[in-house]
């Protein structure tokens, strides 16, 4: 009965896959229970419907919007304080131990971050959100990513690097992509829809659909 339960929200939450019969009731009872806390918090932080884990903390709420069924796992901080603000799609989740850091700086207000929908992010991940970042959707991401859309300007032998300010392009990533554990993702970089990016990976430049690509520098390892 308990697996028929848990199979019905998964549907309801447009999950497709089925339960391994392996699975025991204990560790399902444990997820849902689970679930309920989460949700519980979400109505108390933010009065909405959101799941929301233990110790996170969100900066200017008001900037951050939410669609259904968007989970935000444990110790994770979200800076709202962006020109294009933080939007969240359906079915988005925030691995635990994640930050979204938007201005960074009090000389430059930050741009923001979208994650569209069904795509989700593994712990420990970065989001350097100055430069703004846009993120498609179906796009599944290991822990340890980082975002980094800025650069510092270092030309000016006269001036100390800190001095000279930054120059920001924005990261964008296509839709239906795999990005595995560790990747860095630099400023000024665009990946294609359906494609690979290999674990530990650094990425700058522009690349196409259909591709799978790894190394540091990224390059494209074979065409899909």
């Not at 988005?92 to 569209?116: Q, R, Y």
Request: hydrophobic share 40%.
């Amino acid at each position: 009965m308990i697996k028929e339960f848990y199979q019905n929200q998964l549907k309801k939450r447009g999950k497709n896959y089925t339960l391994d019969d392996k699975i025991p009731n204990s560790l399902l009872i444990y997820s849902l229970v689970n679930r309920v806390s989460m949700l519980l918090k979400g109505f108390i932080k933010l009065r909405k419907k959101v799941f929301v884990g233990k110790k996170v903390v969100f900066l200017n709420k008001k900037n951050i919007h939410f669609g259904s069924n968007v989970t935000i796992e444990n110790s994770c901080f979200i800076d709202g304080y962006a020109i294009n603000g933080v939007k969240l799609g359906n079915n988005v989740k925030i691995g635990a131990f994640s930050s979204v850091s938007c201005t960074s700086h009090m000389s430059k207000m930050g741009k923001g971050l979208k994650i569209g929908d069904n795509s989700g992010v593994g712990r420990f991940t970065e989001f350097g959100a100055s430069g703004g970042i846009i993120i498609g959707e179906d796009v599944i991401m290991g822990s340890y990513i980082s975002f980094h859309s800025e650069n510092h300007n270092f030309k000016n032998h006269n001036k100390k690097i800190r001095e000279q300010g930054v120059t920001s392009e924005g990261i964008i990533l296509g839709n239906n992509l795999w990005v595995g554990a560790k990747a860095t993702f630099l400023d000024g970089c665009k990946i294609g829809n359906n494609s690979v990016v290999a674990a530990g990976a650094v990425v700058k430049g522009v690349f196409p659909d259909n591709v799978v690509i790894g190394g540091v520098p990224a390059k494209i390892i074979k065409y899909l």
